[in-house]
């Protein structure tokens, strides 16, 4: 009699829009604030992501699309030449591994500290709101957020050029597409949520207009690059950084009805912190393409939710910062490695490069 050899179905090759994975246990979007004053990566962000090629695909950390869309220190842009150029190292190190790489083009909008960007980007939201937020410089510790300065209507055409430009970029950098920011709290999710939108025009009031930013926004990437390589991340009714919204259902609910046409790579959901909202059964309703989950997965819970056909693969983050292999232990049943907290923002190569992989 043959051997049947049960196949993990975290394991198991997905298609992503345009973008084959090897498997489906993907690592999400971090933040690790190691770039350079002027927004590069570095031989660190070379190591870093060489390190965690085995993902099924890796979502960058948050990189500004313009010296606008800067809130925090030390965290990459790609909108320059030189920027391109430095990129480029990084996606060779994941593909030379095998691996699939986008870019995640986090635009902070009000969530900003002009000690944290050029001296010469503002901070820009759809309304005059300042968040009631402080973020750490480090020049001066923790500091208020500015107030931003409420977009015109040629002010936000020109913020989707800069996203479309960062998504030429992004290709021209070797990425194999882009995730638009969409969640905690930052300039797209700004525009959704009723408290940082009170505009009286086409972007603002019903939720169908305060959806309108983030769909011309999607429309523009998929122009620069292809819907195939353009994905979305959300987090319906997620407070983070001084974001409530009245009506989350139904700000989803006009989002994801205006995103279905677009035929987008796949939407990455994260769990919803609304009593009995629950964020994949939401997604699976109102959009069409793959899905991938996010939020405190560990592996088992992680298989269940594929075996169950909540979603076609799981992001983990935390995960993978102490476990740069952490598909090859979970296919192995090894134990996992426990991160340091104290240094996930630190500038240098220590909490980032120098977790081992296995043996
Ligand atoms: C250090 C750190 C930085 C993060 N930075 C980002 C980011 O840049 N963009 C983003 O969308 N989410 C970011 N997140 C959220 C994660 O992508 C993820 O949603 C969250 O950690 C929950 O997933 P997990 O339980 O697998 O860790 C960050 C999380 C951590 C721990």
Redesign the pocket.
């Known amino acids: 009699m043959a051997s049947v050899t049960a196949t993990d179905a975290l394991l198991t090759p997905v298609r992503l829009g345009d973008i084959e994975c090897r498997n489906r246990m993907l690592m999400?979007?971090?933040?690790?604030s190691r770039a350079t004053a002027d927004g590069l990566p570095t031989d660190l962000h070379v190591i870093y992501y060489g390190q965690r090629a085995g993902a099924g695909l890796i979502?960058?950390?948050?990189i500004q699309p313009s010296i606008h869309g800067q809130g925090y220190p030390r965290?990459p842009g790609l909108h320059s030449e030189a920027q391109i150029a430095a990129w480029s190292r990084v996606t060779a190190a994941v593909h030379e591994r095998g691996g699939r790489i986008v870019a995640?083009l986090?635009h902070v909008g009000r969530i900003a500290s002009h000690y944290n960007k050029a001296s010469s980007a503002s901070t820009v939201a759809p309304s005059p709101i300042r968040a009631a937020v402080q973020l750490y410089t480090d020049q001066a510790g923790l500091q208020p957020c500015d107030e931003p300065e409420p977009l015109t209507s040629s002010g936000i055409a020109a913020v989707v050029k800069e996203y479309a430009h960062a998504a030429h970029c992004a290709r021209a950098a070797g990425f194999d597409g882009v995730?638009l920011?969409c969640?905690?709290g930052y300039l797209p999710m700004q525009f959704l949520a009723s408290n940082t939108n009170r505009r009286d025009d086409a972007y603002g009031g019903t939720a169908a207009r305060r959806a309108r930013f983030v769909i011309e926004t999607i429309e523009a990437l998929i122009a620069a690059i292809g819907s195939g390589r353009v994905g979305v991340?959300i987090?319906i009714g997620n407070p983070f950084n001084d974001v409530i919204d009245l009506d989350p259902r139904a700000t989803y609910a006009a989002l994801l009805v205006g995103l279905r046409p677009l035929d987008c790579a796949y939407l990455?959901v994260?769990k919803s912190p609304i009593d009995g909202l629950d964020a994949a059964r939401f997604a699976r309703e109102h959009f069409s393409g793959p899905l991938i989950l996010?939020?405190?997965?560990a592996p088992d819970t992680a298989r269940a939710a594929i075996a169950a056909g909540q979603a076609e693969a799981i992001?983990?983050?935390?995960?993978?910062?102490a476990n740069p292999d952490f598909v090859t232990r979970v296919a192995s049943g090894a134990p996992l490695a426990k991160f340091n907290p104290k240094t996930?923002?630190t500038p240098g190569p220590g909490g980032y490069i120098d977790y081992p992989p296995l043996g």
């Open positions: 999400a979007p971090m933040t690790r979502i960058t950390e948050g965290t995640q986090m995730e920011h969640t905690s991340r987090g990455h994260l996010n939020d405190g997965f992001s983990f983050a935390r995960h993978f910062i996930l923002y």
